[in-house]
Protein backbone atom coordinates (compact mmCIF):
# COMPACT_ATOMS: atom_id res chain seq x y z
CA UNK A 1 0.00 0.00 0.00
CA UNK A 2 1.26 3.35 -0.75
CA UNK A 3 2.22 5.86 1.91
CA UNK A 4 0.32 9.06 2.50
CA UNK A 5 1.55 11.65 -0.39
CA UNK A 6 3.01 8.79 -2.86
CA UNK A 7 1.36 7.25 -6.08
CA UNK A 8 2.35 4.60 -8.45
CA UNK A 9 3.04 5.72 -11.31
CA UNK A 10 3.52 3.41 -14.81
CA UNK A 11 6.91 4.38 -16.86
CA UNK A 12 5.50 2.95 -20.01
CA UNK A 13 2.69 5.39 -20.44
CA UNK A 14 2.35 7.54 -17.40
CA UNK A 15 -1.24 5.43 -15.82
CA UNK A 16 -1.48 6.42 -12.12
CA UNK A 17 -2.88 4.09 -9.75
CA UNK A 18 -2.83 4.58 -5.41
CA UNK A 19 -1.74 0.92 -4.91
CA UNK A 20 1.09 -0.92 -6.44
CA UNK A 21 -0.10 -3.10 -9.44
CA UNK A 22 2.06 -6.08 -11.16
CA UNK A 23 0.52 -5.17 -14.04
CA UNK A 24 -0.62 -1.23 -15.52
CA UNK A 25 -4.36 -1.32 -15.87
CA UNK A 26 -3.81 1.10 -18.93
CA UNK A 27 -1.14 -0.50 -21.53
CA UNK A 28 -0.86 -4.10 -19.96
CA UNK A 29 2.63 -3.64 -19.15
CA UNK A 30 3.71 -6.09 -16.37
CA UNK A 31 6.69 -4.34 -13.61
CA UNK A 32 6.20 -1.25 -14.72
CA UNK A 33 4.55 0.72 -12.17
CA UNK A 34 7.08 2.70 -9.75
CA UNK A 35 5.84 4.57 -6.62
CA UNK A 36 6.58 8.16 -7.00
CA UNK A 37 6.22 10.66 -4.33
CA UNK A 38 4.21 13.85 -5.06
CA UNK A 39 2.92 16.71 -3.60
CA UNK A 40 -0.45 18.58 -4.01
CA UNK A 41 -0.27 20.90 -6.75
CA UNK A 42 0.52 24.38 -5.73
CA UNK A 43 -2.88 27.21 -6.00
CA UNK A 44 0.01 29.08 -8.37
CA UNK A 45 0.43 26.01 -10.72
CA UNK A 46 -3.25 25.19 -10.59
CA UNK A 47 -4.10 28.98 -11.39
CA UNK A 48 -1.74 28.79 -14.21
CA UNK A 49 -3.28 25.66 -15.98
CA UNK A 50 -6.85 27.11 -15.33
CA UNK A 51 -5.64 30.18 -17.07
CA UNK A 52 -4.26 28.62 -20.30
CA UNK A 53 -7.76 26.72 -21.15
CA UNK A 54 -10.41 29.34 -19.57
CA UNK A 55 -8.93 32.23 -21.40
CA UNK A 56 -10.28 31.24 -25.26
CA UNK A 57 -14.07 32.36 -25.90
CA UNK A 58 -15.62 29.67 -28.57
CA UNK A 59 -16.32 31.38 -32.22
CA UNK A 60 -16.67 30.98 -35.73
CA UNK A 61 -14.08 29.12 -37.70
CA UNK A 62 -15.31 31.21 -40.81
CA UNK A 63 -14.18 34.40 -38.27
CA UNK A 64 -10.85 32.94 -36.94
CA UNK A 65 -7.93 34.80 -37.98
CA UNK A 66 -5.70 32.89 -39.94
CA UNK A 67 -2.04 32.67 -38.43
CA UNK A 68 0.35 32.78 -41.08
CA UNK A 69 3.78 30.87 -39.02
CA UNK A 70 6.94 33.12 -39.03
CA UNK A 71 9.58 30.44 -40.04
CA UNK A 72 13.36 31.33 -39.03
CA UNK A 73 16.43 29.63 -40.92
CA UNK A 74 18.52 27.65 -38.26
CA UNK A 75 21.62 27.76 -40.29
CA UNK A 76 21.61 24.31 -41.21
CA UNK A 77 19.51 23.36 -43.94
CA UNK A 78 19.37 20.06 -43.59
CA UNK A 79 17.12 20.65 -39.87
CA UNK A 80 15.36 23.49 -41.72
CA UNK A 81 14.50 20.60 -44.20
CA UNK A 82 13.21 18.33 -41.39
CA UNK A 83 11.38 21.00 -39.66
CA UNK A 84 9.46 21.81 -42.47
CA UNK A 85 11.12 24.77 -44.35
CA UNK A 86 12.31 26.65 -40.60
CA UNK A 87 12.10 27.31 -37.13
CA UNK A 88 8.33 28.39 -36.24
CA UNK A 89 8.06 30.37 -33.57
CA UNK A 90 6.65 29.08 -30.10
CA UNK A 91 6.95 26.07 -31.09
CA UNK A 92 8.21 22.81 -28.93
CA UNK A 93 10.50 20.70 -30.43
CA UNK A 94 11.95 17.77 -28.93
CA UNK A 95 15.56 16.39 -30.08
CA UNK A 96 15.87 12.77 -28.91
CA UNK A 97 19.18 10.52 -29.44
CA UNK A 98 21.14 7.76 -27.95
CA UNK A 99 23.70 9.37 -25.82
CA UNK A 100 26.70 11.18 -27.25
CA UNK A 101 25.37 11.26 -30.73
CA UNK A 102 25.72 14.60 -30.91
CA UNK A 103 22.44 16.12 -29.71
CA UNK A 104 24.04 19.61 -27.64
CA UNK A 105 26.38 19.97 -30.25
CA UNK A 106 23.48 20.16 -33.02
CA UNK A 107 21.33 22.83 -30.48
CA UNK A 108 24.81 24.57 -29.93
CA UNK A 109 25.58 25.17 -33.29
CA UNK A 110 21.80 26.05 -34.30
CA UNK A 111 21.91 28.67 -30.89
CA UNK A 112 25.32 30.28 -31.92
CA UNK A 113 23.53 30.91 -35.44
CA UNK A 114 19.93 31.81 -33.70
CA UNK A 115 22.16 34.52 -31.82
CA UNK A 116 23.27 36.39 -34.41
CA UNK A 117 20.16 38.32 -34.76
CA UNK A 118 17.89 36.80 -31.77
CA UNK A 119 18.74 36.67 -28.42
CA UNK A 120 19.17 32.94 -27.52
CA UNK A 121 19.09 31.55 -23.87
CA UNK A 122 20.69 27.74 -23.52
CA UNK A 123 19.29 25.86 -20.29
CA UNK A 124 21.82 23.72 -19.24
CA UNK A 125 21.40 21.30 -16.69
CA UNK A 126 23.39 18.54 -18.03
CA UNK A 127 26.50 20.63 -18.41
CA UNK A 128 28.31 23.01 -16.75
CA UNK A 129 29.06 26.65 -18.75
CA UNK A 130 32.19 26.36 -19.47
CA UNK A 131 31.81 22.86 -20.84
CA UNK A 132 29.07 24.64 -22.92
CA UNK A 133 31.69 27.17 -23.92
CA UNK A 134 34.61 24.56 -24.69
CA UNK A 135 32.44 23.27 -26.97
CA UNK A 136 31.30 25.94 -28.69
CA UNK A 137 35.28 27.09 -28.72
CA UNK A 138 36.35 24.32 -30.16
CA UNK A 139 33.66 23.96 -33.44
CA UNK A 140 34.67 27.60 -33.91
CA UNK A 141 31.12 29.14 -33.68
CA UNK A 142 30.53 32.64 -33.93
CA UNK A 143 28.13 33.84 -31.19
CA UNK A 144 26.40 37.06 -30.16
CA UNK A 145 23.35 37.39 -28.09
CA UNK A 146 23.59 33.87 -26.27
CA UNK A 147 22.90 33.55 -22.86
CA UNK A 148 23.74 30.24 -21.01
CA UNK A 149 22.29 29.34 -17.56
CA UNK A 150 23.45 26.23 -15.34
CA UNK A 151 20.52 24.61 -13.69
CA UNK A 152 18.82 22.25 -12.96
CA UNK A 153 15.32 23.82 -11.67
CA UNK A 154 12.52 24.80 -14.33
CA UNK A 155 10.82 26.93 -11.72
CA UNK A 156 13.64 29.49 -12.04
CA UNK A 157 13.94 30.03 -16.42
CA UNK A 158 10.91 32.05 -16.47
CA UNK A 159 12.48 35.02 -14.76
CA UNK A 160 15.21 34.43 -16.96
CA UNK A 161 13.73 34.37 -20.64
CA UNK A 162 13.47 38.15 -20.77
CA UNK A 163 13.74 39.56 -24.63
CA UNK A 164 14.64 35.59 -25.32
CA UNK A 165 13.26 34.52 -28.39
CA UNK A 166 14.79 30.61 -28.58
CA UNK A 167 15.76 28.56 -25.76
CA UNK A 168 17.28 25.04 -25.53
CA UNK A 169 17.16 22.56 -22.80
CA UNK A 170 19.65 20.29 -21.92
CA UNK A 171 17.70 17.96 -21.14
CA UNK A 172 14.16 17.35 -20.12
CA UNK A 173 14.77 14.04 -17.65
CA UNK A 174 17.75 16.29 -15.90
CA UNK A 175 15.30 19.10 -14.97
CA UNK A 176 13.05 19.21 -11.91
CA UNK A 177 9.92 21.33 -10.70
CA UNK A 178 9.73 22.14 -6.92
CA UNK A 179 5.65 21.43 -7.43
CA UNK A 180 6.91 17.56 -7.19
CA UNK A 181 9.14 15.83 -4.68
CA UNK A 182 9.87 12.78 -7.49
CA UNK A 183 13.52 13.43 -8.25
CA UNK A 184 14.47 14.53 -11.78
CA UNK A 185 13.50 11.93 -14.82
CA UNK A 186 10.88 10.51 -13.13
CA UNK A 187 7.51 10.03 -15.31
CA UNK A 188 6.40 12.89 -13.19
CA UNK A 189 8.63 15.34 -13.31
CA UNK A 190 9.24 14.33 -17.18
CA UNK A 191 5.24 15.45 -17.51
CA UNK A 192 5.14 18.28 -15.49
CA UNK A 193 8.09 20.29 -17.01
CA UNK A 194 7.29 19.34 -20.68
CA UNK A 195 3.71 21.16 -19.27
CA UNK A 196 5.22 23.80 -18.02
CA UNK A 197 7.60 24.75 -21.11
CA UNK A 198 4.26 24.18 -23.28
CA UNK A 199 2.92 26.94 -21.23
CA UNK A 200 5.47 29.46 -21.58
CA UNK A 201 5.80 28.64 -24.92
CA UNK A 202 2.12 29.43 -26.13
CA UNK A 203 1.98 32.11 -23.98
CA UNK A 204 5.10 34.33 -24.34
CA UNK A 205 6.23 32.82 -28.26
CA UNK A 206 9.10 31.81 -27.40
CA UNK A 207 10.47 28.40 -29.51
CA UNK A 208 12.11 25.70 -27.45
CA UNK A 209 14.45 22.94 -28.56
CA UNK A 210 14.35 20.33 -25.61
CA UNK A 211 16.58 17.34 -25.68
CA UNK A 212 15.42 14.06 -24.77
CA UNK A 213 17.27 10.64 -24.03
CA UNK A 214 16.45 7.73 -25.25
CA UNK A 215 15.62 4.32 -23.67
CA UNK A 216 17.08 1.02 -24.11
CA UNK A 217 14.94 0.26 -26.78
CA UNK A 218 15.46 3.49 -28.71
CA UNK A 219 11.86 5.18 -27.81
CA UNK A 220 12.03 8.64 -25.87
CA UNK A 221 12.05 8.39 -22.13
CA UNK A 222 9.17 9.30 -20.22
CA UNK A 223 5.74 9.41 -20.41
CA UNK A 224 4.24 9.12 -24.29
CA UNK A 225 2.54 12.64 -23.07
CA UNK A 226 6.21 14.16 -23.45
CA UNK A 227 5.64 13.39 -27.12
CA UNK A 228 1.90 14.61 -27.10
CA UNK A 229 2.92 17.80 -25.60
CA UNK A 230 5.24 18.68 -28.29
CA UNK A 231 5.24 20.23 -31.77
CA UNK A 232 7.73 18.23 -33.54
CA UNK A 233 9.55 15.11 -32.42
CA UNK A 234 13.02 14.69 -33.89
CA UNK A 235 15.14 11.66 -33.75
CA UNK A 236 18.70 11.44 -34.26
CA UNK A 237 19.94 8.55 -35.45
CA UNK A 238 23.42 6.44 -36.26
CA UNK A 239 26.07 4.55 -34.78
CA UNK A 240 28.49 6.55 -32.72
CA UNK A 241 31.44 4.96 -34.08
CA UNK A 242 30.44 6.28 -37.77
CA UNK A 243 30.06 9.64 -38.68
CA UNK A 244 27.36 9.62 -40.45
CA UNK A 245 23.99 10.68 -38.44
CA UNK A 246 19.94 10.69 -39.99
CA UNK A 247 17.74 13.26 -38.63
CA UNK A 248 14.10 12.13 -38.69
CA UNK A 249 10.74 14.05 -37.74
CA UNK A 250 8.22 11.38 -36.59
CA UNK A 251 5.72 14.22 -35.53
CA UNK A 252 5.69 17.51 -37.14
CA UNK A 253 2.82 19.76 -36.53
CA UNK A 254 4.33 22.30 -39.28
CA UNK A 255 5.59 19.82 -41.67
CA UNK A 256 5.91 16.61 -43.51
CA UNK A 257 7.19 13.90 -41.50
CA UNK A 258 8.72 12.19 -44.09
CA UNK A 259 11.42 14.23 -44.55
CA UNK A 260 15.31 13.32 -43.46
CA UNK A 261 18.15 14.77 -42.43
CA UNK A 262 21.65 13.81 -43.43
CA UNK A 263 24.37 15.08 -41.61
CA UNK A 264 27.96 14.03 -40.90
CA UNK A 265 29.69 14.50 -37.77
CA UNK A 266 33.14 15.99 -37.93
CA UNK A 267 36.02 18.08 -35.57
CA UNK A 268 34.42 21.17 -36.80
CA UNK A 269 31.27 19.92 -35.74
CA UNK A 270 27.91 18.74 -37.32
CA UNK A 271 27.52 19.42 -41.39
CA UNK A 272 24.51 18.68 -43.40
CA UNK A 273 25.38 16.53 -45.85
CA UNK A 274 23.62 18.00 -49.44
CA UNK A 275 25.07 15.35 -51.81
CA UNK A 276 24.88 12.18 -50.31
CA UNK A 277 24.67 10.05 -52.51
CA UNK A 278 26.92 7.40 -52.99
CA UNK A 279 28.39 8.04 -49.21
CA UNK A 280 26.94 4.71 -47.93
CA UNK A 281 28.94 2.71 -50.40
CA UNK A 282 32.39 0.87 -50.18
CA UNK A 283 35.25 1.49 -52.48
CA UNK A 284 35.95 -1.96 -52.65
CA UNK A 285 32.82 -3.42 -53.66
CA UNK A 286 32.29 -5.42 -56.15
CA UNK A 287 35.65 -7.21 -55.31
CA UNK A 288 34.64 -9.15 -52.03
CA UNK A 289 32.01 -11.85 -51.73
CA UNK A 290 28.60 -10.95 -49.29
CA UNK A 291 28.02 -7.48 -50.36
CA UNK A 292 25.10 -6.05 -52.12
CA UNK A 293 23.51 -2.28 -52.79
CA UNK A 294 20.15 -1.10 -52.53
CA UNK A 295 18.42 2.05 -53.54
CA UNK A 296 16.89 2.57 -49.64
CA UNK A 297 13.87 5.17 -49.60
CA UNK A 298 14.48 6.75 -46.45
CA UNK A 299 12.18 9.74 -45.76
CA UNK A 300 11.41 10.91 -49.00
CA UNK A 301 14.49 10.43 -49.98
CA UNK A 302 16.21 7.80 -51.78
CA UNK A 303 19.69 6.62 -51.43
CA UNK A 304 21.51 3.75 -52.46
CA UNK A 305 23.02 1.74 -49.44
CA UNK A 306 25.66 -1.09 -49.35
CA UNK A 307 24.83 -3.89 -47.33
CA UNK A 308 27.44 -6.67 -46.25
CA UNK A 309 27.56 -9.66 -45.15
CA UNK A 310 30.05 -12.33 -44.02
CA UNK A 311 29.04 -15.78 -42.74
CA UNK A 312 31.69 -17.88 -41.39
CA UNK A 313 31.54 -21.93 -39.75
CA UNK A 314 29.99 -21.77 -36.26
CA UNK A 315 32.73 -23.66 -34.09
CA UNK A 316 30.87 -24.15 -31.32
CA UNK A 317 26.80 -24.90 -30.15
CA UNK A 318 24.04 -22.67 -31.72
CA UNK A 319 25.06 -20.29 -34.45
CA UNK A 320 24.89 -16.63 -33.75
CA UNK A 321 23.27 -13.98 -35.72
CA UNK A 322 24.34 -10.60 -35.67
CA UNK A 323 22.63 -7.48 -37.63
CA UNK A 324 23.42 -4.47 -37.37
CA UNK A 325 21.13 -2.12 -39.36
CA UNK A 326 18.62 -4.21 -40.34
CA UNK A 327 16.13 -6.11 -37.85
CA UNK A 328 17.32 -9.57 -36.27
CA UNK A 329 13.32 -10.78 -36.80
CA UNK A 330 13.86 -9.83 -40.21
CA UNK A 331 17.31 -11.88 -41.02
CA UNK A 332 15.67 -14.78 -39.23
CA UNK A 333 12.84 -14.89 -41.42
CA UNK A 334 14.89 -14.11 -44.45
CA UNK A 335 17.54 -17.24 -43.64
CA UNK A 336 14.76 -19.45 -43.49
CA UNK A 337 13.30 -18.43 -46.81
CA UNK A 338 16.76 -18.99 -48.09
CA UNK A 339 17.21 -21.65 -46.80
CA UNK A 340 14.05 -23.29 -47.19
CA UNK A 341 12.88 -22.43 -50.85
CA UNK A 342 16.66 -21.48 -52.07
CA UNK A 343 18.52 -24.60 -50.84
CA UNK A 344 20.99 -22.30 -49.10
CA UNK A 345 21.24 -24.05 -45.46
CA UNK A 346 22.62 -21.13 -42.79
CA UNK A 347 21.75 -23.84 -40.11
CA UNK A 348 26.14 -24.22 -39.49
CA UNK A 349 27.03 -20.88 -40.05
CA UNK A 350 27.08 -17.64 -37.82
CA UNK A 351 26.08 -14.91 -39.99
CA UNK A 352 26.97 -11.20 -39.77
CA UNK A 353 25.18 -8.20 -41.00
CA UNK A 354 26.38 -4.50 -41.52
CA UNK A 355 24.49 -1.96 -43.44
CA UNK A 356 27.32 0.97 -44.47
CA UNK A 357 27.45 4.43 -42.68
CA UNK A 358 25.06 3.04 -39.54
CA UNK A 359 22.13 3.62 -41.25
CA UNK A 360 18.96 2.01 -40.63
CA UNK A 361 17.32 -0.43 -43.12
CA UNK A 362 13.69 -0.82 -42.32
CA UNK A 363 11.79 -0.96 -45.17
CA UNK A 364 10.52 -4.60 -46.69
CA UNK A 365 12.29 -2.89 -49.96
CA UNK A 366 15.30 -4.09 -48.85
CA UNK A 367 14.68 -7.33 -48.29
CA UNK A 368 15.68 -8.89 -52.05
CA UNK A 369 18.94 -7.39 -51.21
CA UNK A 370 19.74 -8.68 -48.05
CA UNK A 371 19.16 -11.92 -49.52
CA UNK A 372 21.37 -11.63 -52.42
CA UNK A 373 24.13 -10.39 -49.98
CA UNK A 374 23.64 -13.62 -47.93
CA UNK A 375 23.85 -15.90 -50.86
CA UNK A 376 26.94 -13.98 -52.44
CA UNK A 377 28.58 -14.63 -49.18
CA UNK A 378 26.81 -18.16 -49.29
CA UNK A 379 28.84 -19.15 -52.97
CA UNK A 380 31.62 -16.61 -51.78
CA UNK A 381 30.61 -15.37 -55.07
CA UNK A 382 30.99 -11.35 -55.45
CA UNK A 383 28.03 -9.60 -56.81
CA UNK A 384 28.92 -7.05 -60.19
CA UNK A 385 29.87 -3.66 -58.48
CA UNK A 386 27.25 -2.11 -61.35
CA UNK A 387 24.31 -3.95 -59.91
CA UNK A 388 21.90 -2.54 -57.14
CA UNK A 389 19.01 -4.83 -56.19
CA UNK A 390 15.81 -4.00 -54.32
CA UNK A 391 12.05 -6.06 -53.53
CA UNK A 392 9.80 -7.52 -51.10
CA UNK A 393 10.36 -11.39 -50.12
CA UNK A 394 7.91 -13.21 -49.09
CA UNK A 395 7.90 -16.05 -46.73
CA UNK A 396 6.98 -18.60 -50.13
CA UNK A 397 10.05 -17.24 -51.56
CA UNK A 398 8.50 -15.07 -54.11
CA UNK A 399 9.37 -11.15 -54.51
CA UNK A 400 6.47 -8.70 -54.07
CA UNK A 401 6.31 -5.10 -55.58
CA UNK A 402 7.26 -2.27 -53.36
CA UNK A 403 6.52 1.86 -53.59
CA UNK A 404 8.77 4.32 -55.17
CA UNK A 405 10.28 1.45 -57.73
CA UNK A 406 10.70 4.51 -59.84
CA UNK A 407 12.40 6.35 -57.43
CA UNK A 408 14.78 3.91 -57.13
CA UNK A 409 15.44 3.24 -60.36
CA UNK A 410 15.64 6.62 -60.93
CA UNK A 411 18.16 6.81 -58.17
CA UNK A 412 20.36 3.57 -59.89
CA UNK A 413 20.76 5.23 -62.93
CA UNK A 414 21.88 8.48 -61.68
CA UNK A 415 24.57 7.08 -59.95
CA UNK A 416 25.63 5.03 -62.94
CA UNK A 417 24.37 1.32 -62.18
CA UNK A 418 23.84 -0.97 -65.28
CA UNK A 419 21.63 -3.45 -63.74
CA UNK A 420 18.69 -3.69 -61.56
CA UNK A 421 17.02 -6.30 -60.27
CA UNK A 422 13.18 -5.53 -59.17
CA UNK A 423 10.08 -7.46 -58.45
CA UNK A 424 8.52 -8.01 -61.98
CA UNK A 425 5.39 -6.75 -60.48
CA UNK A 426 7.18 -3.09 -60.88
CA UNK A 427 8.14 -3.57 -64.54
CA UNK A 428 5.53 -1.31 -66.01
CA UNK A 429 5.92 1.91 -64.03
CA UNK A 430 10.10 1.94 -64.57
CA UNK A 431 10.10 0.35 -68.13
CA UNK A 432 11.14 3.55 -69.50
CA UNK A 433 13.94 3.22 -68.05
CA UNK A 434 15.10 0.67 -69.79
CA UNK A 435 17.55 2.12 -72.35
CA UNK A 436 19.62 3.41 -69.76
CA UNK A 437 19.52 0.45 -67.10
CA UNK A 438 19.41 -3.10 -67.37
CA UNK A 439 16.18 -3.79 -65.87
CA UNK A 440 15.95 -7.58 -64.57
CA UNK A 441 12.71 -8.41 -63.48
CA UNK A 442 12.41 -11.07 -61.00
CA UNK A 443 9.49 -12.82 -59.81
CA UNK A 444 10.58 -15.88 -57.10
CA UNK A 445 14.01 -15.24 -55.03
CA UNK A 446 15.42 -18.06 -56.99
CA UNK A 447 15.86 -16.17 -60.19
CA UNK A 448 17.15 -13.26 -58.76
CA UNK A 449 20.15 -16.10 -57.66
CA UNK A 450 20.21 -17.78 -60.54
CA UNK A 451 20.28 -14.10 -62.52
CA UNK A 452 23.46 -13.38 -60.24
CA UNK A 453 25.26 -16.46 -60.02
CA UNK A 454 24.45 -18.64 -62.61
CA UNK A 455 22.00 -21.19 -64.05
CA UNK A 456 22.70 -24.84 -62.73
CA UNK A 457 23.88 -24.81 -58.82
CA UNK A 458 22.11 -23.97 -55.97
CA UNK A 459 18.96 -26.43 -56.98
CA UNK A 460 16.08 -26.12 -54.89
CA UNK A 461 12.43 -25.07 -56.59
CA UNK A 462 12.74 -23.98 -59.42
CA UNK A 463 10.18 -21.26 -60.30
N1 LIG B 1 37.12 17.12 -28.38
C1 LIG B 1 36.38 16.55 -29.33
N2 LIG B 1 36.82 16.46 -30.59
C2 LIG B 1 36.07 15.90 -31.56
N3 LIG B 1 34.85 15.41 -31.35
C3 LIG B 1 34.35 15.46 -30.12
C4 LIG B 1 35.07 16.03 -29.05
N4 LIG B 1 34.30 15.96 -27.94
C5 LIG B 1 33.16 15.36 -28.33
N5 LIG B 1 33.19 15.07 -29.62
C6 LIG B 1 32.13 14.41 -30.41
O1 LIG B 1 30.89 14.87 -29.95
C7 LIG B 1 30.08 13.78 -29.56
C8 LIG B 1 29.28 14.12 -28.33
O2 LIG B 1 28.40 15.09 -28.72
P1 LIG B 1 27.30 15.66 -27.74
O3 LIG B 1 27.86 15.94 -26.40
O4 LIG B 1 26.65 16.75 -28.50
O5 LIG B 1 26.31 14.42 -27.66
P2 LIG B 1 24.95 14.32 -26.88
O6 LIG B 1 24.02 13.61 -27.80
O7 LIG B 1 24.56 15.66 -26.38
O8 LIG B 1 25.33 13.38 -25.70
P3 LIG B 1 24.66 13.29 -24.23
O9 LIG B 1 23.45 12.45 -24.40
O10 LIG B 1 25.70 12.61 -23.43
O11 LIG B 1 24.39 14.67 -23.79
C9 LIG B 1 31.02 12.64 -29.27
O12 LIG B 1 30.42 11.41 -29.55
C10 LIG B 1 32.16 12.94 -30.20
O13 LIG B 1 31.92 12.30 -31.44
MG1 LIG C 1 24.35 16.43 -24.43
Redesign the pocket.
Known amino acids: MAKNGTIFVCAECGATSPRWLGRCPACGKFNTMAEEAVKDEKPAAAKARGGLYSAPRAQRLTSVKFERYDRTPSGISEFDTVLGGGIVSGSLVLLG ?10 L ?1 QIAAHLSLEHRVLYFSA ?2 SCSQVKM ?1 AE ?1 LNLESEDFLIVNDTCIDNLESELDGVEFCII ?2 IQAVYTDDLTSSAGSVGQVRECATKLMRIAKSRGITFFV ?1 G ?1 VTKEGALAGPKVLEHIMDTVLY ?1 EGE ?1 QENYRILRAVKNRFGNVSEVGVFE ?1 T ?1 RGIIAVTDYSGIFLSESRGQEAGCAVTPAQTGNRCMNVEIQTLISRTSFGQPRRMPLGVDYNKLVLLLAVLEKRCSLPFCSHDVYINVMGGIKLNEPACDLALCAALASAHRDIPIDKYTAVFGEVGLTGEVRAVSYAEKRVQECVKMGFRRVILPAKNMKSVAKYADRINIVPVLYVNSMIKTLFGKGDGGGETH
Request: no cysteine; charged share 35%.
Open positions: GDPGIGKSTLTEERRDSVHFNMD
